[in-house]
């Protein structure tokens, strides 16, 4: 072995201090804090209604300016008395689930300063059962006949896949339900009760 094999390797430190690593390797450890601190300061603009509605002019801006209002006229607006924001609803279960509407929020950002961004904007991704659940996961246990409906829904989405969600009975945004039913609008939810008894009838 030749001394230059025998020689020691300078250390992950030394290396890192000599220009050709440090340079580089700067502007790597800059650009990952400014990452981090951007996505940091997302979320933390994800969770104001305001926000959302500045980008998503309507008919986002229209369903803002309910959630302001004295009294609930919607099942979003009631949320909001609990506390809840457009991002709780409109984000999925755990940090997949929240990382996955950070990106369609990101692609949204990117639309709206490009001035590409359609109005009225669409519902690109629909609210799953799984965005209720995480504040409701009591509700597919109930045994009282008034809510059984709710025992039976994932029995009829496994054998059928045109069966209803949560959202097609608990629109968020539509302000023809009653208050007293939790905003259910009549004709609409008994359409989706005659369904889930035609599938189990067959």
Aim: hydrophobic letters at 35%; charged letters at 15%.
């Amino acid at each position: 072995m030749t001394k230059r094999n025998r020689r020691a390797k300078p250390n992950l430190a030394a290396r890192l201090r000599q220009p050709r690593y440090f340079i580089p390797g700067l502007i790597l450890l800059l650009g990952l804090v400014f990452s981090i601190s951007g996505m940091l300061y997302a979320a933390h603009l994800e969770g104001s209604d305001a926000f959302c509605a500045s980008c998503h002019t309507q008919p986002e801006t229209k369903y803002f300016h309910r959630t302001q209002q004295s009294q609930s006229v919607d099942l979003a607006s009631f949320h909001q008395t609990k506390s809840v924001h457009c991002i709780d609803c409109h984000s999925g279960r755990g940090v997949t689930g929240r990382l996955g509407a950070f990106v369609v929020g990101g692609r949204d950002m990117i639309a709206y300063l490009t001035h590409t961004d359609t109005q009225p904007a669409p519902l690109t991704v629909p609210i799953g059962d799984g965005n209720c659940l995480k504040c409701h996961s009591d509700v597919p246990q109930t045994t009282s006949f008034n809510r059984h409906f709710h025992r039976f829904l994932p029995q009829w989405q496994a054998v059928d896949p045109n069966a209803a969600t949560c959202v097609s009975c608990h629109t968020s945004h539509t302000t023809a339900g009653s208050s007293s039913l939790q905003f259910l609008v009549n004709a609409p939810t008994s359409q989706v009760c005659q369904d889930c008894h035609s599938s189990f009838a067959r």
